[in-house]
């Protein structure tokens, strides 16, 4: 680590004369002690861990892509557009679940998007502080509700609600009955998507949050100075300042509805067609690797779910990268 | 050379000189604009209103389900609660009574387990990236921020892979690899900014006395960053023990054990069965069992955001 | 304070004070800004000055500023109880320390923001202020052809320059610069400085600075600002034309200060 020594060396000349130590010859002393390396447990305790977590990063995708390369070698990629799932009869199909996935986040962050940044709006913007502190805290110790646990509260109460009161009501609705038609039986498409819409609002409010407060007060004042009232300041300069924030949140919160797997289990009814509307059961692709990994039989089954798995990794790793790097783009450009 | 001796005429000379002029164009917008600006004023403010209250009808969508589940789930988990709901092991399926000491006993095991794997590792990381710049700290953090958005149902199943199907059989180690996996890319990243709070001064103070760099981050950094550490890992913890996911096929067992080696319970496991099981009385069970993984969860969220505030308060 | 000049005044503080929670900032300022004229306001750092001007177009508003006196602005009561503070700012336009154009918007969409928060939405007008408002700021041949590129893209004068178009796109009567060149080099300086003086014949120009240079290069009128016997609290010392002001001060701690920035 030639360059520690350089940079602790460099110091030499900031350290202020009494802070130096008033012994004959220690001078030398510091300077051999500073030549040395950080010492060999603390650079082999960093690079260690470095080296561990990378590893383990790198098993992960390895050991997934070597268990399902048995069932990639059977279905090739054409397992991404079957729709049919039926083990029995050797023929494996993803697009079932792909579809059900795409579908439960696109109404989760339907609901979640608008909600979410307004609420960030309020809490940020438009309320005052004594309101706001005790909201936001309210909302980031609710973001900590596991998810088992909206899942039960989504299966045993939203399940007979959905059932007997919200799906029939959307149903007699004119337009919207399109997308909500066939029986009302409670576990939907529908009611996956309101569950995770519940679990990703936290997310998109404490991450909006953060990127409205993120634009500069400069800003704001510029809107204000102009004869902006306060609603158009947030909505002219504000909003769209935190842009590139807000869609790094709206990523990262599909991110996350993509790749829940138990709560939307409990409530999506677990049928594999692909639905033809939102009160119809479905599944995703978290849900089938929940409800088909333990009872299969090691081999091709097993390798076949398995590469359900790799499917889910790769769409929520390109949805999460995607938002890291909105994000970081936008550290950036605050820094310049 | 002094400003009044630099003073020109500028404050005597006549005021027009050398302006543009903005003439008749300029007075006649400058009305227009005026008289658009007052008539519109009155809709600009209602927009507004009606904007914040839309924006307060959305903090009550955001707050309501939240708030009705954690509500919800106090009071039906409040009645499961007894001496034997945290001492006694579940009863068969349907019947009434029992606990889940097994799950209580077993989430402390593999959480804790997770925890000492992944806090040491996650620390080392974070004072890797702390100290190195560059490209293989900038893939480094990369890799860590996209881990946090692995589906957790993926570490379950990677642990699985390497964990529980050479040993042909279910352990709480495995369960634990696949949440500390889980906890190692919140821990890396929440370290690292906790220990960048710990000013450069306060490093080179302490290897200017000549002490060599692994004691100055032992003694200084390590202590200084103390708080944000605890804070950064209790939240790790506090996500690590909700989840069911990667648990799921990997630990999976009813009975009571203490060998990390051997299958074990968990309550979000139990919940998950209980919760799906048609009985009354299981359903009863896995509310009290998710009242009780609530209020840890919580507990520890709260303790946690304590200690920053108090980190907070002693950084002013 | 008394006023020294025959000249309208375009802008009017009578005993005004400014605090923030219980500590006032700067106390019982009583100033007018001559119609069509720039007024410096200098003095050293943390005298008050920012904060006397923010006065004028209650930009304290909503920072928890507690304004008391009098400022009127025309025949316009600021702080009356009927003012709405949007449409005093919409007659008062203001150049901030550092440039800030809105870092999402185009060149062309900077310029009609205050138009349009004004809620002015015909085209033709827009395009018409747009333009008269990029000639009077300087940069009309400069940009006219890259109307819909991101401000950003603009070196940092330009954008300042672009920020003055954008506060005289709205023609305000009064134009408020808070230390409008301090992160500027020296040849933007110059040509914000240039600019201030053509303005000057148009619209009321109040302008604090921390360069005494640039008060006397600019300015007809100065307004010098002090730390008062507490050490906390801004008053004014001495108001008056700038080349009095700076040739034959009155007051000896301004002479001091004007004689001391050099000495």
Redesign the interface.
């Known amino acids: 680590m030639p360059d ?1 020594g350089a940079r ?1 060396a460099s ?2 000349e ?2 202020p004369p009494a ?3 008033p012994i004959a010859g ?1 001078k030398e ?2 300077q051999r ?2 030549s ?4 060999r ?2 650079a082999g ?6 080296g ?3 590893a ?2 790198v ?2 995708v390895v ?2 892509l070597t ?1 399902s390369s048995q069932a990639f070698a059977h279905s090739g990629l054409s397992l991404l557009w079957t729709g049919t799932w039926d083990p029995t009869h050797k023929i494996y199909g993803a697009e079932t679940f792909i579809v059900g996935t795409l579908i439960t986040t696109a109404v989760a962050l339907v609901l979640a998007v ?3 940044v ?2 960030a ?3 940020s913007e ?1 309320a005052p502080r004594w309101l706001a502190t005790p ?1 936001s ?6 973001a ?10 989504g ?3 939203l399940t007979p609600a959905f059932a007997h009161h919200v799906e029939p009501f959307l149903k007699k609705i004119p337009v919207l009955e399109w997308f909500f038609h066939g029986p009302a039986l409670g576990p939907s498409m529908l009611l996956a998507g309101v569950v995770l819409a ?1 679990m990703i ?2 997310t998109m ?1 404490a991450l909006s949050r953060t990127a409205l407060a993120g634009v ?1 007060l ?2 704001r ?12 300041v ?4 504000v909003i ?2 935190a ?1 590139t924030g807000i869609e790094g949140a709206v990523t ?1 919160a599909m ?2 509805a ?5 709560a939307v289990a ?1 409530v999506i009814g677990n049928a594999y067609v692909i639905p033809h509307s939102l009160l119809a059961p479905g599944a995703t692709l ?1 849900s089938a ?2 409800n088909n ?2 009872g299969v039989t ?1 081999g091709l089954d097993r390798s076949e779910v ?1 590469a359900l ?1 790799v499917i ?2 790769a769409l ?2 390109l ?3 995607g ?2 790097l909105l994000l970081r783009s936008r550290a950036r ?1 605050q820094v310049s | 050379m002094s400003p009044v001796a630099t003073t020109t005429g500028l404050g005597t000379g006549s005021p027009g000189d050398g302006g543009a002029g903005l003439g008749e164009g300029a007075a006649r917008r400058r009305e227009l604009i005026l008289a658009q600006s007052k008539r519109s004023l009155g809709r600009r403010h209602l927009a507004g209103r009606v904007a914040v209250a839309l924006c307060m009808v959305a903090v009550a969508i955001s707050l309501a389900p939240l708030v009705a589940l954690v509500a919800y789930t106090t009071s039906r988990g409040v009645h499961a609660l007894s001496v034997d709901f945290f001492t006694k092991i579940p009863t068969p399926a349907g019947i009434a009574g029992g606990g889940i000491s097994n799950a209580i006993v077993g989430s402390l095991i593999i959480v804790g387990l997770a925890a000492v794997m992944a806090v040491p590792v996650g620390i080392a990381t974070a004072l890797f990236l702390l100290e190195r710049r560059g490209r293989i700290a900038g893939t480094i953090r990369f890799t860590a921020d996209v881990l946090t958005g692995v589906p957790s149902i993926a570490l379950g199943i990677f642990a699985y892979t390497v964990l529980v199907e050479p040993f042909a059989h279910f352990s709480a180690i495995a369960g634990s690899f696949a949440l500390a996996v889980l906890m190692l890319p919140v821990i890396i990243r929440s370290s690292e900014a906790a220990m960048r709070n710990v000013p450069r001064s306060e490093w080179e103070a302490g290897l200017a006395l000549g002490v060599r760099r692994g004691r100055v981050v032992r003694s200084i950094v390590l202590r200084g960053a103390l708080p944000g550490l605890v804070t950064g890992n209790l939240l790790a913890v506090a996500r690590a023990v909700g989840e069911t996911a990667p648990l799921l096929f990997t630990t999976g067992s009813q009975l009571f054990n203490l060998n990390p080696a051997q299958p074990t319970a968990a309550v979000p496991l139990t919940i998950f069965s209980l919760g799906t099981s048609p009985f009354p009385a299981d359903q009863q069970t896995a509310w009290g069992a998710a009242f009780v993984l609530l209020v840890f969860v919580l507990v520890l969220s709260i303790v946690a955001r304590l200690v920053a505030g108090r980190l907070n308060r002693q950084a002013r | 304070m008394t006023i020294e000049t025959a000249e309208a005044a375009a802008v009017s503080l009578e005993d005004v004070s400014v605090s923030f929670g219980s500590h006032r900032v700067v106390r019982d300022v009583t100033l007018d800004l001559a119609r069509n004229r720039v007024t410096a306001l200098v003095g050293p750092s943390g005298c008050g000055k920012t904060t006397i001007l923010r006065a004028i177009n209650r930009l304290h508003d909503d920072t928890g500023g507690k304004v008391t006196g009098r400022v009127t602005v025309g025949d316009l009561d600021v702080y009356g109880r009927d003012t709405q503070p949007e449409l005093v700012r919409s007659r008062v336009g203001m150049v901030f320390q550092r440039p800030n154009p809105f870092p999402t918007m185009s060149i062309f969409d900077n310029v009609v923001a205050g138009l349009r928060l004004n809620g002015v939405r015909n085209k033709a007008l827009l395009h018409e202020a747009a333009e008269a408002a990029l000639h009077h700021a300087a940069l009309w041949d400069l940009v006219k052809d890259r109307l819909q590129t991101p401000a950003v893209r603009l070196s940092g004068g330009q954008q300042q320059r672009l920020c003055i178009a954008r506060a005289l796109a709205i023609e305000p009567e009064v134009l408020l610069m808070d230390e409008p060149c301090s992160s500027l080099d020296p040849i933007a300086t110059a040509k914000i400085e240039e600019l201030i003086t053509r303005l000057s014949s148009d619209v009321t120009i109040g302008l604090v600075t921390h360069n005494m240079f640039q008060a006397t290069r600019v300015s007809h009128y100065t307004a010098f600002f002090l730390l008062g016997e507490d050490r906390a609290t801004g008053e004014l010392i001495e108001y008056g034309r700038t080349v009095d002001l700076f040739d034959t001060p009155r007051d000896p701690r301004t002479k001091a200060y004007v004689s001391g920035e050099v000495g």
Do not use: C, H, K
Not at chain 1, 221 to 232: D, F, K, M, P, V
Not at chain 1, 258 to 262: D, F, K, P, V, Y
């Open positions: 520690d602790t110091t030499l900031e350290i802070e130096r130590t220690v002393a510091l002690r500073w040395r390396p950080g010492g447990g603390y305790l960093r690079w260690g861990g470095a561990l977590f990378t383990v990063a098993a992960l050991s997934l268990s608008p909600i979410g307004a609420t709006a309020f809490l438009l909201l805290v309210l909302i980031d110790l609710i900590a509700v596991p998810s088992i646990v909206v899942g039960l509260w299966l045993l109460v519940v609002l936290p409010v500069a400069t800003d004042e510029a809107a204000r100075a102009l004869g902006g009232t306060r609603w158009q947030v909505r002219r300069a769209p300042g842009r990262l991110g996350r993509l790749g829940e797997s138990i409990m978290g690797i929940i990994f333990g090691p398995i798995v889910l990794l929520t790793a949805v999460n990268a938002g890291q450009e």
